[in-house]
């Protein structure tokens, strides 16, 4: 099985900053991408920042210039550093794995074998 433990939520006034990490553990051989989705109340949830296994980025339009995704492959943990927080950042955050194989033979199988992870999800708080 292949857990994703998220930390580094909290509260924090407007403008302020946190790190969120996600470590994915596990029968593990590679992982494609690595992200963040949000869900805030009442709300579906969306897409925050995804880099790939190369380290290509994607960034929602309403983070880009304050937030920032990085990977360390070795470890499969992804970050997320949050500058200038709003309170509209305020949500549970989710780490996602996706196209995870688990082993070399899932690699090489003709069948497609990848699958995808979802976090338990780390609130975060922005608030005066």
């Known amino acids: 099985q292949v857990q994703l433990v998220e930390s580094g939520g909290g509260l924090v006034q407007p403008g302020g900053s946190l790190r969120l990490s996600c470590a994915a553990s596990g029968s593990i051989f590679s992982i494609n991408y690595m992200g963040w989705y949000r869900q805030a109340p009442e709300k579906q949830r969306e897409l925050v920042a995804t880099v790939n296994a190369i380290g290509s980025t994607n960034y929602a339009d309403s983070v880009k210039g304050r937030f920032t995704i990085s990977r360390d492959a070795a470890k499969n943990t992804v970050y997320l550093q949050m500058n200038n927080l709003k309170p509209e950042d305020t949500a549970v955050y989710y780490c996602?794995?996706?196209?995870?194989?688990?082993?070399?033979?899932?690699?090489?199988?003709?069948?497609?074998?990848?699958?995808?992870?979802w976090g338990q999800g780390t609130q975060v708080t922005v608030s005066s």
């Open positions: 996602n794995a996706e196209g995870v194989y688990r082993s070399y033979r899932d690699y090489i199988n003709s069948e497609d074998r990848r699958q995808d992870y």
